[in-house]
């Protein structure tokens, strides 16, 4: 419970680190802009999705239920949705902000060790993405195979599958959360897959602590916009600080 609670507490201590750090700072704030946007793409396909599926659902049913009934049904949608749209912003925004986040990552190595990076490479780059790309698509496959599993249960169980689903879509949430922050170290120098997974195994406490800090900064709007760029600086300095 102690390296839990140490996880959550090192994402909001990213916060005056990088305060004080204005080329960090900078760093931030162009993930943050992104991550905006997918939210607000994301908040608008929903509240376009819902309405629809009420209306074909209470058509079919008498008028003297189908004012409450929709009620109801709009509230389980929306629970529902935002279990399914929760996990999937915080997968898109991961992909998305990448770039940004192994940006942030050096610039933090660099503040912590004092070693400059090093230079550009073409072949390094290619060589790092398509490792990235291989490991991204081994991830996306735990991720739909879970998203289809929380869409089920939500579909099968009225109200307590919605509740399940929100509670294991957070807990699923956190482990995606805590493998893309560290990845940003990971993907600098080479980690395998499976070397990343046995990271994450035993030292599965704290990295599930960062995982679940940004997970709830990514429940809330317009902060959730920093939730990776704060996990990124707080995954950094976990992976760099001596054991």
């Known amino acids: 419970m102690t390296r839990l609670l140490r ?3 090192d994402v909001f201590q ?3 680190f990088m305060l004080a750090r204005p080329k960090i700072l900078r760093l931030v704030l162009a993930p943050f ?5 997918i939210a607000a793409i994301l908040l608008f396909a929903m509240s376009s999705t819902i309405e629809p599926m009420v209306h074909s659902v209470i058509s079919h049913l008498p008028n003297f239920v189908a004012s409450a009934a929709g009620s109801m049904l709009r509230v389980l949608l929306w ?9 999937a912003f915080l997968a898109f925004a991961s992909v998305l902000t990448t770039p940004f986040c192994e940006m942030i990552s050096e610039a933090v190595e660099e503040e912590l060790t004092g070693a400059a990076a090093p230079p550009f490479s073409m072949a390094t780059l290619l060589q790092d993405l398509a490792v990235g790309i291989v490991h991204s698509i081994r991830r996306l496959a735990v991720l ?8 089920i249960l939500s579909a099968l169980i009225p109200v307590l599958g919605a509740m399940l689903a ?8 956190s482990r995606f959360a805590a493998y893309d922050c560290f990845d940003t170290v990971w993907a600098r120098k080479g980690t395998s897959y499976d070397e990343k997974m046995a990271y994450l195994k035993t030292q599965r406490m704290h990295t599930t602590g960062i995982g ?3 997970a709830g900064v990514a429940v809330v709007p317009v902060l959730n916009a920093l939730a990776f760029p704060l996990g990124t600086i707080a995954a950094t300095r976990a992976y760099l600080a001596p054991k």
């Open 33 to 37: 802009l992104v991550a905006i946007v």
């Open 144 to 151: 739909v195979a879970s998203l289809i599993a929380l869409f």
């Open 7 to 9: 996880g959550l507490t």
């Open 79 to 87: 629970a529902a949705l935002l279990g399914l749209g929760y996990v």
């Open 14 to 16: 990213a916060v005056p």
């Open 212 to 214: 679940l800090a940004v």
């Open 166 to 173: 929100l509670a294991l879509g957070a807990w699923f949430s």
